[in-house]
């Protein structure tokens, strides 16, 4: 069983940064591939972006390449996604999620998720 617990979320203005946190519980947090996946009020929950279980493979939804970042610290059972030129259709409850293996179709261990508003 892995717990995972986001923080990090909150009020920006466009154009501004925000960094999420996704702390873990377990001993095998190392060997997990882990994503960021966000829902709109209205509309489906999405995928964001995920790392493999060494930190080098990542993946990101097109909306958001070139803008956030994700990254891992195993050490410290912790994903991290760096989101910059943050714009108000990034709004969302963002969620961390982690699931076994790299290839498993679906992510099986969810957050409770953090909401990031961004508005002027």
């Known amino acids: 069983q892995v717990q995972l617990v986001e923080s990090g979320g909150g009020l920006v203005q466009p154009g501004g940064s925000l960094r999420l946190f996704c702390v873990a519980s377990?001993?095998?947090?190392?060997?997990?591939?882990m994503g960021w996946f966000r829902q709109a009020p209205g509309k489906e929950r999405e995928f964001v972006a995920a790392?493999?279980?060494?930190?080098?493979?990542?993946y990101y939804a097109d909306s958001v390449k070139g803008r956030f970042t994700i990254s891992r610290a195993n050490a410290k059972n912790t994903v991290y996604l760096q989101m910059n030129s943050l714009k108000p259709e990034d709004t969302a409850v963002y969620y961390c999620?982690?699931?076994?293996?790299?290839?498993?179709?679906?992510?099986?261990?969810w957050g409770q998720g953090t909401q990031v508003t961004v508005s002027s």
């Open positions: 999620a982690a699931k076994q293996s790299e290839y498993a179709p679906e992510f099986n261990y």
């Open positions: 377990g001993r095998t947090f190392g060997s997990y591939t």
């Open positions: 790392i493999n279980w060494s930190g080098g493979g990542t």
